[in-house]
């Protein structure tokens, strides 16, 4: 199988991300070809741009990576499909590995949080977790860009010589 083929079948229309309610603020920069080809370059940054966007401890990490791969002319539909790798099934473990990681890091002991969304909770606890939070967030973001970059690269090549050598064989 082919790895473009692959990645069309699975993401959506450019259609349907221009006319997305969130996305719509891009405007014209949604009509670049550039954000819609896949290749190798533009598939192994879409999902560089969306791992490390899904790291990022806010709702808005999808309209970030949209940005993020309007800037860098990579694959828009990867970049904001992989930033649902935190969803609402995921995210709590998610940035609680973030926060220990960071607490780790710093030398600081990690608390048993309970999370709620209310004003109260920002003042009491999240003054306390933001430094070891956002630092793991950030280690958690570059590693899982570059590996996931990185990653990309070489299954591409792997898969584009397997090709090379199914139709030498053919011949």
Not at 21 to 34: I, V
Not at 111 to 122: G, H, K, P, T
Request: aromatic residues 12%.
């Amino acid at each position: 199988m082919n790895l473009r083929s692959f990645f069309k079948r699975l993401l959506p229309e450019p259609d349907r991300i221009r006319d997305h309610r969130q996305l719509r603020h891009f405007g014209s920069l949604l009509h670049d070809p550039n954000i819609w080809h896949l290749n190798r370059r533009s598939a192994a940054g879409g999902i560089a741009v969306g791992l490390f966007c899904a790291f990022i401890p806010l709702p808005v990490h999808m309209i970030v990576a949209a940005g993020a791969a309007i800037l860098f002319r990579v694959n828009l539909p990867l970049a904001v499909v992989l930033t649902w790798i935190t969803n609402p099934l995921t995210f709590a473990p998610v940035f609680y590995f973030a926060y220990q990681l960071g607490s780790r890091i710093l030398h600081e002991p990690v608390r048993n949080i309970a999370f709620a969304f209310s004003i109260q909770w920002l003042q009491e606890v999240f003054v306390h977790i933001w430094q070891p939070l956002l630092l793991g967030c950030l280690i958690l973001a570059v590693l899982s860009s570059l590996t996931g970059y990185f990653a990309t690269i070489l299954l591409w090549r792997i898969l584009l010589l397997r090709q090379w050598s199914d139709r030498k064989t053919r011949k």
